[in-house]
Nanobody
């Protein structure tokens, strides 16, 4: 079972950039589709972006398309989320998650990293 640890969160002004990283333990990282989700106070967790095992295909929430980029480096067991043109509404705890072919949904979660965008 993979264990996931996020990093890279912090405080940034609107219009700024951050890059989140999610480091995975184990030697089977390349067998996991990976995703980023976020949760703001009082709101449900929402999908942000996802990338397939090989990195050949990505998907984004409409709210972040054109601003965020998900990528992965399987040899480093790491998935990234590059966030540009940040807005105050992007403020949330960001979680990375993994899903194998046998999982019906993202089943493996990190502890989250806080991103705060000031106006």
């Amino acid at each position: 079972q993979v264990q996931l640890v996020e990093s890279g969160g912090g405080l940034v002004q609107a219009g700024g950039s951050l890059r989140l990283s999610c480091a995975a333990s184990g030697r089977t990282f390349s067998s996991y589709d990976m995703g980023w989700f976020r949760q703001s106070p009082g709101k449900e967790r929402e999908f942000v972006a996802a990338i397939t095992r090989s990195g050949s295909s990505t998907d984004y929430a409409d709210s972040v398309k054109g601003r965020f980029t998900i990528s992965r480096h399987n040899a480093k067991n790491t998935v990234y989320l590059q966030m540009n043109s940040l807005k105050p509404e992007d403020t949330a705890v960001y979680y990375c998650a993994g899903r194998t072919a046998s999982d019906s949904a993202f089943a493996h979660w990190g502890q989250g990293t806080q991103v705060t965008v000031s106006s």
